[in-house]
Nanobody, 125 residues
Framework: QVQLVESGGGLVQAGGSLRLSCANS????????MGWFRQGRGKEREFVAT????????WYSNSVKDRFAISRDSVKNTVYLQMNSLKPEDTAVYYCGAVMRPRTLLMDATTYEYWGQGTQVTVSA
């Protein structure tokens, strides 16, 4: 069973940094891709970043590009999201997801087969 667990969220001032982690606490698995999404209060879940396992190719939403960086540690079965220059509009619950088989729509939340429970990120002005 795949069980994704996010950590690293918290309260930070604008301009600060946080690093989120997403680990699989279940059986060992080899996802095709791992991604981060976020959901602000009263908003739909939106794509943040994704990384493909075989070649570490990655994509970002325009709103976080050049500020956030996604990375993965295949030995630890963990994916990270380094968030720098945080803004109040980055406030949201951040979720990690896993895609097990090759897919093209990696920016679409419906592509992801497994999700973590989410971690709250709050950026104060």
């Amino acid at each position: 069973q795949v069980q994704l667990v996010e950590s690293g969220g918290g309260l930070v001032q604008a301009g600060g940094s946080l690093r989120l982690s997403c680990a699989n606490s279940g059986r060992s698995f080899s996802p095709y891709a791992m991604g981060w999404f976020r959901q602000g209060r009263g908003k739909e879940r939106e794509f943040v970043a994704t990384v493909v396992s075989k070649d570490n190719s990655s994509w970002y939403s325009n709103s976080v590009k050049d500020r956030f960086a996604i990375s993965r540690d295949s030995v630890k079965n963990t994916v990270y999201l380094q968030m720098n220059s945080l803004k109040p509009e980055d406030t949201a619950v951040y979720y990690c997801g896993a895609v097990m088989r090759p897919r093209t729509l990696l920016m679409d939340a419906t592509t992801y087969e497994y999700w973590g429970q989410g971690t709250q990120v709050t950026v104060s002005a």
